[in-house]
């Protein structure tokens, strides 16, 4: 009989990931109660494929006032546990969970997790290829790949489970994976000014907390991968019994970058995993990844020539520094998923090229003055820069501030201007990167919209 029999659950945002949620739910025999702060025509044709006795939806602004009934309260990540709602049935002993930590509970697996501020999807989805290498089922999930709480009674003690795993999905978990992957922890999500949702950290002080959740409930017998040269990922050691192997760009480690090629010491002998003109993905940021998914990769059993064979034959991921099309040697390229001011910098310094960037949109309490300075600088050889959205004034102050020499274009209305902009002042020999920077949220629904429309105009450039 399962735990959840005879319980009314409540499933709190019915996202992809509260779809999900749904379909683990159906099979309980437990009444489900379904809420969603939206009311779209896309929800009401979900609430009438579950038309049964046992489930009931709630739409509306006043989504929240239905769930007070329920056993258990289960939230997607979007939805913001301090609401109190939320609250008060934590204080009334009622709990309140989520997807992620309900799969943890459940899967039979060993889980690699993956976190930082930016790097978890393409390091998570490395991981996962190489593992394929050694492992008949493995499962890629979390914020890439799919859900995988409706497919947890399927999965077995010898599968393997890749998550990347948000602040979001963290804050709400005391369960902590077998593998701890740390990658760089800066700051992201200190506002909200998504539509869809209601969560962000109040202070970056809990955003790391958050973070943190990934190695606090970790055994002795498990393992943390960290990043050495953060400070912040760094400290994460000290909140673990776990074994610790360390990954840098710096400084000689476990695994590491130097001079634009991937080692790491397997049994006291050190190997070399790819050099840069070895692989299919831009920039030392990338390289960092790679250092990190074979520290992973090995700790799960997978051969050094299976990594190395995974490495090479990787093609990246969508909006990550992803080619697009080269017209009158002018090469474009797609950075959507770039929302921060940290991961432009480091497409900037994926390439040596003359650049012109496309940068601004919405609003995420970022500072701007660190990528000011290095667009400015003669190195970095950035020749343009066309900015847009909510953020110009901003960046174009920060530009001003460091003394940046080139050309700065803003008042595009529209992916259409901003493109034949772009093309119109690129000369033979430059690159054209959409690196935002930013949210997406005031020109676009979101990032993939923002990096699909990039995408089509520049293939319509002739």
């Known amino acids: 009989m399962s735990r959840f029999s005879g319980k009314t659950i409540a499933i709190v945002g019915l996202s992809v990931e509260g779809r999900d949620t749904l379909e683990y739910f159906k099979h309980q025999d437990c009444a489900l109660i379904c809420v969603d702060q939206h009311t779209s025509q896309q929800l009401q044709e979900l609430s009438e494929t579950y038309v049964n006795d046992s489930t009931t939806f709630f739409f509306g602004s006043d989504y929240l006032e239905y769930i007070t009934n329920a056993d258990?309260?289960?939230?997607?990540?979007g939805i913001s546990p301090r609401t109190?709602?939320?609250?008060?049935?934590?204080?009334?002993?009622r709990e309140v969970t989520s997807a992620t930590q309900l799969f943890f509970q459940f899967c039979k697996a060993?889980?690699?997790?993956?976190t930082g501020t930016k790097g978890k999807g393409t390091t998570s989805t490395l991981i996962y290829e190489m593992l394929k290498k050694k492992y008949a089922h493995v499962y890629l999930g979390g914020n890439?790949?799919?859900?995988l709480l409706s497919q947890v009674d399927t999965i077995t003690a010898s599968d393997w489970v890749v998550l990347e795993l948000s602040s979001f999905q963290l804050e709400q978990m005391s369960t902590s994976p077998h593998i701890a992957v740390v990658l760089r922890i800066t700051q992201d999500h200190l506002a909200n000014f998504d539509k869809n949702a209601t969560n962000f950290h109040p202070t970056r002080a809990a955003y790391v907390e958050?973070?943190?959740h990934i190695v606090r409930y970790q055994k002795s017998g498990d393992i943390a991968i960290v990043n050495d040269d953060d400070e912040t990922a760094k400290s994460f050691s000290s909140l673990t019994p776990a074994k610790i192997f360390r990954f840098n760009r710096y400084a000689k480690s476990d695994s590491y970058v130097d001079n634009h090629n991937v080692y790491v010491i397997e049994k006291e002998t050190k190997k070399i995993i790819c050099r840069a003109s070895d692989i299919k993905i831009r920039g030392d940021h990338n390289l960092e990844n790679i250092a990190a998914a074979t520290l992973a990769a090995l700790s799960a059993g997978v051969s050094y020539e299976d990594i190395v064979f995974a490495v090479k034959d990787f093609q990246g991921l969508e909006h990550r520094l992803e080619f697009v099309k080269s017209i009158h040697d002018v090469s474009y390229y797609n950075d959507s998923f770039s929302t921060i001011p940290e991961t432009t910098i480091a497409a900037i310094e994926s390439f040596d090229e003359p650049k012109i960037l496309i940068l601004g949109g919405s609003e995420k309490k970022s500072d701007f003055t660190e990528m000011g300075r290095k667009i400015a600088a003669p190195s970095s050889q950035v020749i343009g820069?066309?900015?847009?959205?909510?953020?110009?004034?901003?960046?174009?102050?920060?530009?001003h501030d460091a003394s940046y020499k080139g050309n700065i274009i803003s008042g595009c209305v529209n992916m259409h201007e901003i493109v034949k902009k772009a093309s119109?002042?690129?000369?033979?020999?430059t690159v054209v990167i959409l690196t935002p920077a930013c949210a997406s949220f005031d020109m676009f629904n979101n990032y993939k919209e923002r990096g699909i429309l990039f995408k089509n105009e520049v293939q319509s450039l002739s």
């Not at 258990?72 to 990540?77: L, S, W």
């Not at 060993?110 to 993956?114: F, L, N, T, Y």
């Not at 890439?144 to 859900?147: L, Q």
């Not at 820069?385 to 530009?399: F, N, Q, S």
């Open 72 to 77: 258990i309260i289960v939230c997607t990540p």
């Open 84 to 93: 109190p709602e939320l609250v008060r049935a934590n204080e009334q002993g």
């Open 110 to 114: 060993p889980i690699i997790g993956v």
């Open 144 to 147: 890439v790949g799919k859900p």
């Open 210 to 212: 958050a973070k943190s």
């Open 385 to 399: 820069v066309i900015i847009i959205g909510h953020m110009t004034e901003r960046i174009t102050k920060a530009l």
């Open 424 to 429: 119109s002042i690129a000369v033979p020999g």
